[in-house]
């Protein structure tokens, strides 16, 4: 049985409109195809996999520029799995991949991508680490949000930036335990489900997390004047009887109107056992 989710489309305009699609592939590993005409796609190719034979699974996060360059932030594999699961970054543009310093590491033409061959931004021996958005600032330089996990039941949320010449890697806040529902006397079987944070692509000096407030998740939004040195905060929603987890904000929003949309927690036990209403805002901040 193979599996295929996560689907990432991205269109370049410096590439005359070409459309690429990536996805976890039927292998785990993350994987992508494109098409020049919407109607025909070109094989499906493996992205990244450092040993063809290992069974781990990378999560990867995708943020085009529109034009010519595609971010990708992405892991060794789930944390579940992997007890140093660390965080990697490389680049696309003009048919090669590239570190976040500009290094040339290869051409499309000899994938797959090797973790190695990338950025190590975190090295997760520390604690275990994973992913949640990438985007690029003004100057076209990468911006990661990522969790760092302790321990089950203290997700940390950090702040990576490419300043010019190194990775700036800053905490956040803490978030929290994992938010699923776990029924009494079962064991939790997905600890590492973060509340959740994301990046405003228009902004990434912004974002906006989900952490656990009296005991409920709440969103909040949070900006950093100085690469995440330092960080202010302010409520978005607050003295709530549900958890409000995911937060996602919507690309290509209006300048200061960022739409923010995040799931309402009826009942949230698993992903395959869930009830939840999609809550946003329009409000100018």
Known sequence: MTDSAYANPVQLSKENGRIYLFWRGGNFKPSFSYTDDGKTWAEAR??????PSDQVRPYMK????????????????????????????ACYRNGALYK?????????????????????VYDGKAARAW?????ADSKGRPVIVYTRLPQEDDHRYYYACWDGSKWQDHEI??????????????????????????????????VYLSRQVNGIFEIEKWTTPDAGN??????????SSRNNVRPFVVRNHPVGQPFVLWMNTIKYVHYTDFQAAIKMTEERF
Not at 131 to 135: E, G, L, S
Not at 230 to 239: E, L
């Open 230 to 239: 330092t960080w202010h905060s302010r409520p978005m929603t607050s003295g």
């Open 173 to 206: 806040c803490a978030a929290g335990k994992w938010f699923p529902e776990t029924p009494a006397g079962k064991t939790e079987p997905e600890p590492h489900y973060s509340g959740g944070i994301v990046l405003d692509p228009m902004d990434p000096a912004t």
């Open 100 to 120: 976040a310093d500009g290094t040339r590491i290869k051409g499309m033409d000899a994938l797959p991508l090797a973790h190695a061959e990338a950025d190590r």
């Open 62 to 89: 995708v943020a085009g520029n529109g034009g010519d360059r595609i971010h990708f932030a992405f892991t060794d594999g789930h944390p579940r799995n992997e007890p140093a699961n660390g965080i990697y970054y």
């Open 131 to 135: 992913i949640w958005d990438v985007a």
């Open 46 to 51: 493996t992205l990244i996999q450092t040993n």
